[in-house]
């Protein structure tokens, strides 16, 4: 038997009120799995994440989070989720107020806090390296740090799934990288899976295990190395993208203005 | 040794009625404040005094009748603004509007009792009746019982509603609780400081707070002190310099958020 399935997508539609934003996804995520979700903007990376995350129901089709149907899963807070933006409005809560809050779903909402929530929310807090700050105000943080102390409240609830909408955003290159390692070693040593959506190909080309590109249907699904090549960019993002080169010499990105229909990629 | 001010019967209720406004308007102000919604107070003010207006005219007590009426009222907006067809600032304003509306007509069907209506435009706490202590202490024990519960909930859905909803809790219903404590707190607000004023005091103590507190709940904490500083402060200047007691109060907290300001504070 092969690694348990967490997330299991299947035949997802979904239309806002100017259009189809997503047809037809269907896609699994195994226990482990590292999965990156690019597409250009419009594409419906984060009408799908939302989907996932039981924030809005799909038109059609089913999602199935750890064997259950989504709309009847109770056990929210095993799946970790990390907001776009990380609560940029200067919300005026301590770094360890915010952390706790993760915790808050699993213990109970009128539970006293035992020695194990200590632990975890102190566990947390060290993975993510915001003890130091914890006491500081969420105001007085920067991007960087903001992202570690969503990352730390998302990992307070002791999740078993990490769902990231467009991590890096409003961070610098430097705890870029520091994030991406860190997200990596999450993965490979406490076989945590994560699902991803960037608009950053290159790094999510470097960083996953499985890449899923999303152009309002699903264009490919499989290991980034069978997927880039050739004239892959063009296919996912239309005809007008530019390749521009990171300093690590990997591909960075792909037009934003892009939107074009994708015409066919071979599915591995 | 009471203080003279203290040794009359109407100021003694007017010091317990504000001291327990004083603890309570900050306490949801603050979620009110932090989810930048304030102008719910306002609203639930202004529909208020249709709900005064309509007790008034039926013989029944118009605090009961504010009460029921901003619980309406409260449930209607939420239910508005929810469905997502009207955004929450128009789903407010048609509220506003619409009590003011309700309440002009109701005044101009009874004529006669316009003096007690303008008592609850700007507050006569000195009017406030052990009845009303009684209502107040009730109800306002009710807010911050509810508040101790829900709290966990409105701190997650205030720091950010998806995140919330993502965890499992269930914000719609947490959305409702917060507008009507908020309800109920303005209708019982509304003999200390009078409708106009109520969302001030309900916000103004919370924003000096923000200056100050280095995590939300002693935004909370000292939000309740710098309140309490004011209805106090404020009641003894107004009963000795004979001011109108729900402006003087308000006009305090409107000075101590200026000190706030100073520079060297917090942020």
Redesign the interface.
């Given at each position: 038997m092969g690694p348990r399935v967490c997330i299991e997508v299947k035949g997802v539609g979904f239309g806002y009120q100017g259009g189809q934003a997503l047809s037809d996804v269907s896609f699994s995520v195994h226990e482990g799995e590292y999965l990156g979700i690019i597409g250009p903007n419009g594409g419906g990376k984060t009408t799908l994440l939302?989907i996932v995350?039981?924030?809005l129901s799909p038109d059609e089709g089913s999602v199935r989070l750890f064997g259950e149907p989504s709309e009847e899963f109770?056990?929210?807070?095993r799946?970790g989720?990390v907001?776009q933006g990380h609560?940029a409005e200067p919300?005026?809560?301590?770094v360890?107020?915010?952390v706790w809050?993760?915790r808050?779903?699993r213990m109970g909402?009128?539970a006293r806090r035992s020695p194990e929530d200590r632990e975890a929310v102190g566990r947390a807090m060290e993975a993510a390296g915001v003890h130091e700050i914890s006491?500081r105000?969420l105001?007085?943080l920067s991007g960087g740090e903001r992202q570690r102390v969503s990352i730390a409240r998302a990992l307070a609830?002791g999740p078993e799934v990490l769902i990231l909408d467009e991590p890096s955003v409003g961070v610098d290159i430097g705890a870029q990288e520091a994030f991406y390692a860190f997200l990596g070693k999450l993965n490979r040593d406490q076989g945590m899976t994560i699902l991803f959506v960037s608009h950053d190909v290159g790094v999510v080309a470097r960083e996953v295990g499985t890449l899923l590109c999303l152009n309002k249907r699903m264009v490919c699904h499989g290991r980034p190395e069978n997927i880039i090549k050739g004239d892959f960019l063009e296919t996912v993002y239309g005809s007008h993208v530019k390749n521009v080169y990171h300093r690590h010499g990997n591909l960075k990105n792909a037009g934003h203005d892009a939107g074009h229909d994708a015409g066919g990629c071979d599915a591995p | 040794m009471l203080p003279e001010f203290l040794s009359y019967g109407f100021m003694q209720r007017a010091f317990a009625a504000g001291l327990m406004i004083g603890v309570i308007a900050p306490l949801i102000g603050t979620f009110l404040v932090v989810r930048n919604y304030t102008r719910l107070a306002d609203t639930l003010a202004h529909v208020s005094l249709a709900g005064v207006a309509g007790a008034l005219m039926a013989g029944l007590d118009p605090v009961a009748g504010a009460v029921c009426v901003a619980l309406l009222a409260a449930v209607g907006v939420e239910a508005l603004r929810g469905r997502g067809n009207v955004v929450a600032d128009a789903a407010l304003a048609i509220f506003l509007w619409g009590g003011i509306a309700l309440a002009v007509v109701l005044i101009s069907l009874s004529r006669g009792f316009n003096v007690d209506l303008f008592s609850y435009l700007f507050g006569s706490i000195a009017t406030v009746g052990g009845d009303d202590l009684i209502v107040i202490a009730a109800l306002g024990a009710l807010v911050v019982l509810v508040l101790g519960v829900f709290y966990r909930q409105m701190f997650m859905v205030s720091f950010h509603e998806d995140l919330a909803l993502a965890s499992g809790i269930r914000v719609r219903l947490v959305n409702h609780v917060l507008v009507a404590l908020a309800a109920l707190t303005v209708a019982l607000s509304l003999r200390v400081v009078g409708l106009l004023l109520v969302g001030a005091l309900m916000s103004i103590p919370v924003l000096a707070a923000m200056r100050f507190a280095r995590s939300f709940r002693m935004v909370i904490a000292l939000s309740v002190c710098l309140s309490l500083a004011s209805v106090v402060s404020g009641l003894v200047l107004s009963y000795y310099l004979d001011l109108a007691s729900g402006g003087t109060i308000v006009l305090v907290s409107v000075g101590i958020f200026i000190v706030s300001l100073l520079p060297g504070r917090n942020k």
């Open positions: 939302k995350l039981g924030l109770s056990q929210r807070y799946i989720y907001p609560g919300f005026p809560a301590s360890s107020e915010v809050s993760g808050f779903p909402l009128l006491r105000l105001g007085q609830s | -």
